[in-house]
């Protein structure tokens, strides 16, 4: 939901190679340094804001919950 109130969190995933663990912890990394970095705020921007979408406090929170390494 882009707009109004969040009623629940919808986790969502990537499609990694199995058995590829390397992998999957580089892209963790990755997505963890964004969210720590605060780019995460930059990459919703220029997708959302010209809907006029605005980041809610429970998005914000959760972007916090996913800047913590693996």
Do not use: C
Request: charged content about 20%.
């Amino acid at each position: 939901m882009l707009f109004g109130d969040q009623f629940s969190y919808e986790p969502y995933g990537f499609m990694l190679r199995r058995n590829d663990a390397d992998f999957r912890l580089a892209v963790n990394r990755v997505l963890a340094s964004l969210y720590r970095s605060g780019e995460i705020l930059e990459v919703f921007r220029r997708w959302f804001a010209a809907m006029g979408a605005r980041p809610s406090p429970l998005l914000l929170a959760l972007y916090t919950l996913h800047s913590l390494p693996e």
